[in-house]
C-alpha cells in the first residue's frame, strides 16, 4: 500500500514522500521509496493519504493499531 506523506523539516518546508510504510521503529516511520528507504520522525508527518487501495477496496491506516 503506497502513501504520500506530508513531512515538515527543520527549516519549516513541506516535503512529500510517497512509498510503502515498512515499519515503526521508535519515533521513526520506515518507508520504502521507490530508489531506497527513508526514515521520518513520526512527530514531522502533517498529514497523509492512501494512494493504492487495498486488495478488498478497503482503506488501511498508516500506523495499525
Known amino acids: 500500500m503506497r ?3 506530508d513531512t515538515v523539516d527543520e ?3 513541506d516535503r512529500i514522500y ?3 510504510p515498512i515499519g515503526v521503529i521508535g519515533n521513526m516511520l520506515r518507508l ?3 530508489e531506497g528507504e527513508v526514515k521520518l520522525e513520526i512527530r514531522k508527518i502533517i498529514d497523509w ?3 493504492d487501495r487495498s486488495e478488498n ?3 488501511v491506516e498508516l500506523f495499525p493499531r
Open 32 to 34: 520504502q521509496l521507490r
Open 3 to 5: 502513501f504520500a506523506i
Open 49 to 51: 493519504f492512501q494512494i
Open 18 to 20: 510517497i512509498g510503502t
Open 11 to 13: 527549516s519549516g518546508n
Open 57 to 59: 477496496g478497503e482503506r
